[in-house]
């Protein structure tokens, strides 16, 4: 009896297995089936995105769960590649991860010119094509040679970054268009322009040291194919990762360890300015904004331009090749706490009021009112404070540094471009944070007063509308730019870097921390790992953004 009850069991458990997988093959069968027309009718109907993307996303989802073991499985196989060049034994991952290629929203989509539209999905049919390539020769490691690799892995990343470049290009007709609000700019805006300044130096890279890379390439994989019985799966491609995400990065820390002697740039600065000729004793210094001797310890050598931000750029956006970062004249001396205020981009330094004079007279306007209550100082320190009628603050407060002219000590300026810089700058940062207590309608105002031919007009032009989505108003760029340029890519590239600088400070700062240059590896991993698993873009319909 208990055989016969076991038998009838199994049986039926067989049936509910078959019966299961009937269901499956039932569901799942048309749904790839309705998937795939569907991505066809997309294509050419934007209307159908919204009910296709609702519809689907959650059988995606499922289906994804449902084979995301055999991915596993197949991944399982590969040889984990150590990267070279780190303190700590880094594994490059085991799992290529799929590269995804971001979609327009559907509301910026529908803003877009028929003409913009062919011309984005001509882009990603290229951006197919070139992946399928890459994926041949991902795939066929011993039918490749590490040079045939590499070339086509700059036509992919070409591609990619024309591609990325369509994108920024709709989300900002959109926000033209009132189709997205400023929040939702940024949010899509800052992926895109990270990703396509990633993408430019890993292409500057692969350019530069193509031949070095490829023989590296082919010696690294001879020896791994020597140790094993047969050939690993993508072994070309993932020893490309590995090779190339340290060189990416060591770009950044070759600059980072460009020898810059602090202590020899303040004594510098502070000679530039007269500081050392009229100060009391060695232990004070000027602070330029307060007009007072402070303890030295107290006052900073601030760099105007940023010592963080790249040099080529720098070198691209200025039309010099200057040493900018130890240039005493890309520095004031300020209090630490003015300091920091300048390098939020809470207060500015900007002309005084009228046409240049000589020397030129600066003062310091604070953008964002909302800082009007932090304390700089002891009102004690600054006489002409305390003895104002009526006052009765003990502190020096950064309101009170509103309009303040600054105090130098001799006929010694800070160049008029590096200052002209910073305020593009702090203005972009402005406009991108939307600060809501501006100080001064800057649209308006016509703050350098002469023409000065300062910086490059393209670059700064796509630098702003990466970073705050508008463009410049006329009054702060005319006069101030010139517009020769023998490489219109350079300007993309700078203008697109300079502005994930702005974006992402921390990932592309020459003197990130660890824990930010590790994020900055994890980013390179994410956008250079080749689509092995994706036969088409399309196929990521379902992902709105990133």
Wanted: hydrophobic residues 35%; proline residues 5%; glycine residues 4%.
């Amino acid at each position: 009896m208990a055989r016969s009850s076991l038998r009838v069991l199994s049986s039926v458990d067989s049936f509910g297995s078959h019966l299961n997988l009937l269901l499956l093959l039932i569901v799942v069968v048309p749904v790839f089936r309705l998937k795939s027309n569907f991505h066809r009718l997309c294509l050419d109907s934007a209307c159908f995105r919204p009910f296709f993307f609702s519809r689907l996303k959650l059988t995606a989802e499922a289906i994804e769960k449902i084979s995301a073991p055999t991915e596993v499985n197949n991944a399982s196989k590969r040889l984990p590649l150590r990267q070279v060049g780190q303190g700590t034994a880094q594994l490059v991952p085991k799992d290529t991860a799929k590269l995804k290629i971001p979609r327009l929203l559907e509301r910026t989509s529908s803003a877009l010119t028929p003409r913009h539209l062919h011309q984005l999905q001509q882009a990603r049919s290229r951006c197919v094509s070139a992946s399928s390539q890459m994926s041949a020769k991902t795939t066929d490691s011993l039918g490749s040679n590490a040079s045939d690799f590499l070339e086509a892995k700059i036509e992919q990343l070409t591609e990619f970054e024309k591609y990325y470049e369509l994108i920024k290009r709709g989300i900002l007709e959109g926000h033209e268009q009132q189709l997205l609000s400023n929040e939702e700019l940024q949010s899509h805006m800052a992926p895109v322009v990270t990703k396509l300044a990633v993408t430019n130096s890993t292409l500057k890279v692969l350019k530069r040291q193509k031949r070095q890379l490829a023989d590296d390439l082919e010696e690294d994989t001879a020896s791994i194919r020597q140790k094993i019985d047969g050939e690993p799966d993508g072994l070309l491609e993932r020893a490309y990762v590995q090779a190339i995400v340290d060189r990416v990065m060591s770009a950044t820390v070759k600059q980072a360890a460009i020898p810059f002697n602090k202590k020899q740039f303040k004594e510098d600065v502070n000679q530039l300015y007269g500081i050392n000729d009229q100060r009391p004793s060695n232990e004070f210094n000027w602070c330029h904004v307060l007009g007072i001797w402070r303890p030295a310890a107290t006052i900073k050598a601030a760099h105007i331009v940023p010592k963080s931000l790249r040099a080529g750029d720098l070198r691209h956006i200025f039309g010099y090749t200057n040493d900018i970062a130890s240039d005493p004249q890309n520095a004031i001396c300020l209090s630490s706490v003015i300091e920091r205020h300048l390098d939020q981009g809470n207060l500015v330094i900007v002309p005084a009021p009228g046409d240049f004079t000589v020397p030129t007279t600066w003062r310091c306007l604070v953008l964002d009112r909302s800082k009007d209550k932090d304390i700089v100082c002891d009102c004690k320190e600054i006489k002409s404070l305390e003895e104002t009628p009526g006052r009765r603050d003990a502190f020096v407060r950064v309101k009170d540094l509103h309009n303040r002219p600054l105090t130098f000590l001799n006929d010694k300026r800070p160049r008029r471009r590096y200052l002209y810089f910073r305020f593009i700058m702090s203005y972009l940062n402005a406009k991108r944070q939307n600060m809501v207590n501006l100080s001064v309608p800057l649209e308006t105002k016509q703050f350098w007063p002469s023409p000065g031919g300062y910086l490059h007009e393209s670059t700064l032009k796509i630098m702003a509308r990466s970073v705050s989505g508008c463009e410049l108003p006329p009054p702060l760029i005319s006069g101030q730019t010139f517009k020769e340029s023998d490489d219109p890519s350079q300007d993309d590239g700078a203008g697109n870097l300079l502005a994930a600088a702005i974006i992402e400070p921390a990932l592309f700062s020459t003197s990130a921390s660890e824990e930010q240059s590790m994020r900055m590896r994890e980013l390179l991993l994410e956008t250079l790992h080749s689509p092995v698993h994706e036969t088409a873009p399309e196929e990521n319909a379902e992902d709105d953004g990133e």
